[in-house]
Every structure is written in C-alpha cells, then in structure tokens.
C-alpha cells in the first residue's frame, strides 16, 4: 500500500494529466455512466481484491482516479480490495483443492449478494 498513495497523488498532478490526455479521455468517456457512491467504492474494493492479472492495487489507483474519487475512499477501497485479495489467496492456499472450490462459490455469493444489495440502494435513492 506504500506506493499507491503517492501514485494517486501523481495521477493528479498536471503533468500526467497532460501526458496521458487522450488516453484518459477515452477512459473518461467509458467510465461516464457508472453509479455513484457506495456502489462505487464497493465495485473498486471488489475488483482490487480479485487475484487476477491486472486486477490489483496499481490498477485499482488509476481506476480511482478515473472515477474522480476522493482520496480517502480510494485508499480505504484499494486497502479492502488489498485485504481481500490477501484472504482469497491465504484461503485458496490453506484449504487445498476442496476447501477452495467452497471458498470460492462463498466469496462469489458474497460479492454479488453485497452488489445487489449496493445496487438495489442506489435505486431507491433515485
């Protein structure tokens, strides 16, 4: 986590803005229609935590600063995501092949019940 505060921090800076202009123009655009508040810190939190190629704090940093995020909710996101990630792995490597299938359909039930549940909130505050 030591490296990500200050990459969100230069991601703001003026000159990676100008740098990378068309690039984060078009990720501006693709980004535009994602909700807002929780469910947005929650989908970062989510997509950091995966243990996938290119799903990890580096990335969730430059997806933070895409989404406009504020620069706490995006550490404690990022932080979540990190700690999740962690667990998933720490789980997966402990419990051997059964014990991680199980884990698995567990955290993917958590994930989409906590998604649903995001998602059902922001529709009724609308």
Same mark, same amino acid.
């Given at each position: 986590?030591?490296?990500? !505060?200050?990459?969100?921090? /230069?991601?703001?800076? !003026?000159?990676?803005?100008?740098? /990378? ?5 078009? +990720?501006?655009?693709?980004?535009a ?5 929780q ?7 989510l &997509?950091?935590?995966v243990? +996938? ?11 933070a600063?895409l989404?406009?995020?504020? &620069? ?6 990022i ?5 999740l990630a ?10 051997g092949k059964a014990?991680?299938?199980?884990a698995? +359909? /567990? ?6 019940g906590a ?5 059902k909130?922001?529709g009724?505050?609308?």
């Amino acid at each position: 986590m030591l490296p990500i !505060a200050p990459t969100i921090l /230069a991601l703001r800076s !003026a000159f990676v803005k100008k740098l /990378a202009k068309p690039l984060l123009a078009r +990720a501006e655009k693709k980004l535009a229609g994602l909700p807002t508040g929780q469910s947005r810190n929650l989908a970062l939190a989510l &997509f950091v935590g995966v243990p +996938a190629p290119g799903t990890g704090a580096w990335t969730g940093a430059i997806i933070a600063y895409l989404l406009d995020m504020p &620069f706490g909710e995006a550490m404690a996101s990022i932080f979540a995501g990190v700690v999740l990630a962690g667990l998933i792995m720490t789980i997966l490597t402990l419990a051997g092949k059964a014990g991680a299938l199980v884990a698995l +359909a /567990a955290l993917i039930l958590a994930g989409v019940g906590a998604i649903s549940s995001a998602a059902k909130k922001e529709g009724s505050s609308e």
